[in-house]
């Protein structure tokens, strides 16, 4: 799209056999080709892995995901400060429960360095982040200690997975603090905590939370915020960070008019939370 005059250009019309239905946002890796993922088509109808050369408009499938390497690739891929990229599937693998792989833009070679096992999470459907201390984190939306998902790092020097935390729905299980997160981690590069949202569970009605969690050996978590249907219901996605380096969010329901609203997360001041906006049938 040319923002100049609000053109928008077809660059590659994607259709089943090169892959289908793409998920996420494309990635401009340092050789300068965007790596991207479809959430199917391909040779066997469980998504690819391609490139794209803007330079001459060049689409390439460099993987077609089966069994073995995790099916319905979802979220982005991430270039590590190895070089390599590394996304996640939804089903797949040893159990079907997904997989984390690794893929070598130089070689264009995939490798699954982790298959999901349910009590260590299944289902991710965000993406992974790298933090300034150099791990990768994520979260699967279920699975773990109570099916309600986990979050958990990968140590790039050998491909190490740590369970860190697992989620919860209810006080059963000793914790509230939230449940089936769909989104990815935010970090605050300045404290190191890593901020997320949960779309279940809390301590009000199950609408959600808020949360931070450190990146030292403690791993603390933190339920910052429990949405409570008047500021808000059921977050999905991810928080962003703006260039008042607030992080800014939205929820599906909720709010004056129960349609969702936008909301602020002010890092700097004790995590004070502020609702920008109500959504609303007639104008957004």
């Not at 994607?14 to 790596?35: E, I, K, R, V």
């Not at 260590?120 to 201390?133: A, D, E, H, W, Y």
């Not at 769909?182 to 009000?204: A, I």
Request: hydrophobic share 30%.
């Amino acid at each position: 799209m040319d923002p100049t005059y609000q053109i928008i250009n077809s660059e590659y019309n994607f259709y089943d056999s090169l892959g289908m239905n793409p998920y996420g946002t494309l990635t401009q890796a340092n050789n300068g080709l965007m790596y991207g993922l479809t959430d199917s088509g391909g040779l066997h109808h469980f998504g690819v892995l391609f490139s794209f050369d803007k330079m001459n408009n060049q689409y390439s499938v460099l993987h077609n995901f089966i069994d073995s390497t995790g099916k319905y690739p979802i979220g982005n891929l991430i270039q590590a400060s190895n070089g390599k990229l590394y996304g996640m599937t939804q089903q797949g693998g040893r159990q079907n429960y997904g997989t984390i792989f690794m893929f070598d833009p130089i070689h264009d070679t995939i490798k699954v360095i982790y298959h999901f096992n349910f009590s260590n999470g299944i289902r991710p459907k965000g993406s992974l982040i790298q933090t300034t201390k150099g791990k990768l984190y994520g979260m699967t939306s279920f699975g773990g200690a109570n099916n309600s998902g986990v979050i958990f790092n990968i140590d790039t020097l050998g491909n190490i997975f740590t369970k860190v935390h697992d989620f919860a729905t209810s006080t059963s299980s000793g914790t509230t603090t939230g449940a089936i997160p769909n989104g990815s981690l935010l970090e605050d590069t300045t404290s190191g905590k890593l901020y997320g949202m949960t779309e279940f569970g809390g301590t009000s009605a199950q609408n959600g939370v808020l949360f931070t969690i450190t990146t030292d050996t403690t791993n603390h978590y933190i339920n910052i915020l429990n949405f409570n249907n008047t500021n808000g219901q059921y977050p999905f996605g991810s928080l962003m960070r703006g260039s008042d380096s607030k992080f800014y969010g939205m929820t599906f329901a909720g709010g004056t008019l129960g349609e969702g609203v936008i909301f602020k997360i002010d890092p700097t001041n004790n995590n004070a939370y502020t609702k920008l906006h109500d959504f609303n049938y007639t104008n957004g």
